[in-house]
């Protein structure tokens, strides 16, 4: 089998047109169309229900979607062990949250490579359930994620241990232009357009959850844009385009610096522990969690 095929079977995914999937793979529609085929001939059953004017992928490849993104990850990573074999080097896996790789990871890097200097990190970043997903599946070898008071804390067996890294908050902040209708007394217009998170994804149900103002689309009177992407909902909070939640640790310069105007006297702030979890049968990964969480 063509790898290639995966990476083509999941750009379609996304676009659920044969055209834009073969443009993003720089290819004609008619090649692109081949290489379907040659995948629908190597899995011996039709993935796609090909019609006049459209075509409808079958309900089997839409389920199985995340498996086929973990059988590329994995066989990416493969790839990349055997290519930078070197056995001087431990190599720890981590599924973390998009959040902290930004804001948490970078710390957390530093202090592990003045103990184990030979140390190399692989991160998978993704959304909190992807993330927890990866772990459970053994993809990752440790798990970095936020923990909210609000929701029920990871329910895992006897084989996964668990450590506190530090503490985080998110904050209601405001940018732009946006920043002169904030009040003396940190309090805005409810009308004010603000940047969300869905129901679903994890910060969503920790601002639903606290009934929090500007935090989700039922929260919100004027919601301008939905995003589970917090780096790219700071960019936007930095533009103006709406009020936002987000972690402490992604703004708190921009607040020092006037960039940003934090609303947190006003609406509040909402605690996030910041987690780590080690598969126990790794002895690297169970030292490496010691060690960020000792006293």
Request: glycine share 6%.
């Given at each position: 089998?063509?790898?290639?095929?995966?990476?083509?079977?999941?750009?379609?995914?996304?676009?659920r047109?044969?055209?834009?999937?073969?443009?993003?793979?720089?290819?004609?529609?008619?090649?692109?169309s081949?290489?379907?085929?040659?995948?629908?001939?190597?899995?011996?059953v039709t993935?796609?229900?090909?019609k006049t004017?459209?075509?409808?992928l079958?309900?089997?490849?839409?389920?199985?979607?995340n498996?086929?993104?973990?059988?590329?990850?994995?066989?990416?990573?493969?790839?990349?062990?055997?290519?930078?074999?070197?056995?001087?080097?431990?190599?720890?896996t981590i599924?973390?949250?998009h959040?902290?790789v930004?804001?948490?990871?970078p710390?957390?890097?530093?202090?592990?490579?003045?103990?184990?200097?030979?140390?190399?990190?692989?991160?998978?970043?993704?959304n909190?359930?992807?993330?927890?997903?990866?772990?459970?599946?053994?993809?990752?070898?440790?798990?970095?994620?936020?923990?909210?008071s609000?929701?029920?804390?990871?329910?895992?067996?006897?084989?996964?241990e668990?450590?506190?890294?530090?503490?985080?908050?998110?904050?209601p902040?405001?940018?732009g232009?946006?920043?002169?209708?904030?009040?003396?007394?940190?309090?805005?217009s409810?009308?004010?357009?603000?940047?969300i998170?869905?129901?679903?994804?994890?910060?969503?149900q920790?601002?639903?959850k606290?009934?929090?103002?500007?935090?989700?689309?039922?929260?919100?009177?004027?919601?301008?844009c939905?995003?589970?992407?917090?780096?790219?909902?700071?960019?936007?909070v930095?533009?103006?385009?709406?009020?936002?939640?987000?972690?402490?640790?992604?703004?708190?310069?921009?607040?020092?610096n006037g960039?940003?105007?934090?609303?947190?006297?006003?609406?509040?702030?909402?605690?996030?522990?910041?987690?780590i979890?080690?598969?126990?049968?790794?002895?690297m990964?169970?030292?490496?969690?010691?060690?960020?969480?000792?006293?």
């Open positions: 089998m063509d790898m290639r095929w995966l990476d083509d079977v999941l750009i379609l995914l996304e676009e047109n044969m055209s834009r999937a073969a443009d993003r793979r720089n290819i004609t529609q008619p090649a692109f081949r290489r379907i085929r040659s995948f629908e001939h190597w899995l011996g993935i796609l229900d090909r004017n459209s075509i409808e079958s309900a089997a490849l839409i389920h199985n979607e498996e086929i993104r973990s059988l590329v990850a994995r066989l990416t990573e493969l790839k990349f062990k055997i290519a930078h074999h070197n056995p001087s080097a431990t190599i720890i599924a973390a949250q959040t902290p930004f804001s948490t990871f710390d957390m890097a530093l202090r592990a490579m003045s103990r184990y200097p030979k140390m190399r990190f692989r991160m998978r970043a993704g909190h359930a992807d993330c927890l997903a990866m772990f459970i599946r053994g993809d990752t070898r440790m798990l970095l994620c936020y923990e909210a609000q929701i029920n804390a990871l329910q895992f067996g006897p084989g996964i668990r450590g506190i890294w530090g503490h985080d908050y998110l904050v902040v405001v940018g232009t946006l920043r002169y209708s904030v009040k003396d007394n940190r309090d805005i409810e009308e004010t357009p603000s940047i998170y869905p129901d679903t994804s994890y910060f969503g920790v601002l639903k606290a009934g929090r103002p500007f935090g989700t689309s039922d929260l919100s009177a004027n919601p301008f939905q995003t589970a992407f917090s780096s790219g909902m700071k960019e936007m930095l533009s103006g385009l709406g009020v936002g939640w987000l972690p402490y640790s992604m703004v708190h310069k921009e607040i020092e960039d940003l105007i934090s609303l947190s006297n006003h609406f509040g702030q909402e605690h996030l522990n910041i987690v979890y080690a598969q126990q049968h790794d002895d990964a169970i030292n490496l969690l010691r060690f960020w969480t000792e006293k």
